[in-house]
């Protein structure tokens, strides 16, 4: 399945139990060593870190505490000697783990911040491209965006990670860039391509793909640009891939990118009836479509009646 990747409760699942472990860990490397005065009880500094960069500060103040309560009651000063913790020991410890806490969760939230603000600001710059590209296109105004928006919720319901529905969308808004290279009489033509025009037409994954080399961020989106026009069935182009052999952004955008394209109007037709459309998504399974992605996409519809 094209869902290898874990889905978001899982994964958050999977980073409790590593803090949970590195906490008990820790509670058992100093416990063995012989108490809290023959090892370094600032070992719980580990999972209160990790809880800082997982989540939030909050949740690096609760393991913090978690930690002040480990190597206080539940810990021998030595255990050797059967010497218990002094509480002043306890407490001052605990009040550092908690300034300590609180101070890196701190700073990996003001951290997010400015990194999601980052990402904003790259959505936006890619947006405004993804405008300049369909203003040479009189029949596709909103329909990057709209791909983008489809393409990102389904990779949701895949359960791919924050950076990978990231790019997704990058991808997906700009999936288009390589029409670009594609005169604009043949993109606006109201009758039918001829095989020479529609050759031209066929151009433009390789020129977006071409377009995102020398960009380091470009790679991430370079699949989806490059393979959105590939079919399940082998018969796609530009190179005629098939199956999973296809990277998992091209799968995806193709199935929002034909929806948009047959419930839009045109200058050759009208828009598409929407039962219309979903029976035509709905023989392409297994033959344009990867069958997983579209049986995610047809179950988004019925929750998204506005697309």
Known sequence: MLATFVNPSTRNSFKLLVVVCCLMMSWLVVDLSGGTSHALPYVFVIPIVLAAWYWSAKAAMVI???????????????????TPQPWS???IRTVIFLLSGTGIGVLFDHMKEQNDRLQRAGTELISTLAHTIELRDAYTNGHCERVAKMA???????????????YLEWAALIHDIGKIGVPEEILNKTDKLTEEEFAIIKRHPNLGAWALKASEFGQHMRDGVLHHHER??????????????????????????????????????KEMAREDSIQIMKDGRAKQFDPEILDIFLALLDRHPEW
């Open 64 to 82: 913090s505490l978690a930690a002040g309560f480990l190597c206080g009651p539940l810990m021998y000063l030595d255990s050797w000697t059967d």
């Open 89 to 91: 020991v306890m407490v």
């Open 152 to 166: 990102v919720a389904i990779g949701k319901e895949l359960g791919l990670s924050a950076a990978q529905l990231l």
């Open 232 to 269: 399940w069935d082998g018969k796609g182009y530009p190179y005629g891939q098939s199956g999973k052999n296809i990277p998992f952004q091209g799968r995806i955008i193709a199935v929002p990118d034909v929806w948009d394209a047959i419930r839009s109007e045109r200058s050759y037709r």
